[in-house]
């Protein structure tokens, strides 16, 4: 019965698993966003130019010179420091669901060389094996190691890593590659955001303890 002892007591025993359960979650969570804002933070520096040409590359692990690069390269290496290959795991995911991700290239097939640097094909995967979160003009939904996704004045997307660190407004500060090299600046909202993700799994936050 809805009422009875046991299903109250049941209900209670419910919520305070639950409660324990988030507790866990949360600061976990927190701690592999703050993780891939690091290794992303590290970029800083080195990566000095913006170069998007198509360069044919290794598979897997394949990269562009660190010291150029294009924005969607700065959250594939932030992710390779963890073992975590978006190389990889995009042009696997589109072998096999190609027909769920954006035709705007007139490829036959997937091409392992360019598809995980583009913007659209990084936002399907992390729609598809992440989490999408809330676009909002509210500052405080963007969490450290959030990903964001945009649509520049120009018309191209572009995309960036949400740092833990925030401008004097309190604006979390963003972590990308917009022309000049990896940078971190407040640029939030400064252009049309397009999508919000958080992309946190369990090899990350594994990776991520080992290294705290």
């Known amino acids: 019965m809805d009422g009875s002892p046991f299903s109250m007591a049941s209900l209670k025993l419910f919520l305070a698993g639950l409660f324990v359960l988030l507790a866990i979650i949360r600061p976990a969570c927190a701690q592999s966003g703050q993780c891939l804002v690091d290794a992303a933070r590290k970029q800083i520096g080195v990566t000095k130019l913006y170069d998007g040409r198509y360069v044919t590359l290794a598979y897997p692990g394949g990269d562009v010179p660190m010291e150029r690069g294009v924005c969607t390269d700065v959250i594939v290496r932030a992710y390779r420091q963890f073992g975590i290959d978006l190389q990889q795991l995009i042009h696997e995911d589109m072998r096999r669901n190609g027909s769920v991700y954006p035709k705007l290239w007139k490829l036959t097939r997937p091409d392992p060389n360019i598809d995980h640097r583009r913007v659209p094909n990084q936002a399907k995967f992390f729609a598809r094996q ?73 090899q990350l936050a594994e990776a991520c303890k080992r290294l705290k």
């Open 130 to 202: 992440g989490q999408v979160a809330p676009i909002s003009a509210d500052q405080g939904v963007y969490l450290p190691g959030d990903l964001v996704t945009w649509r520049l004045p120009v018309g191209v997307p572009h995309i960036g890593i949400i740092s833990e660190r925030r401008s004097e407004a309190g604006t979390p500060l963003v972590i990308h590659n917009i022309g000049a090299g990896t940078v971190e600046e407040n640029i939030l909202f400064s252009f049309t955001i397009t999508g919000h993700y958080r992309y946190l799994p369990q």
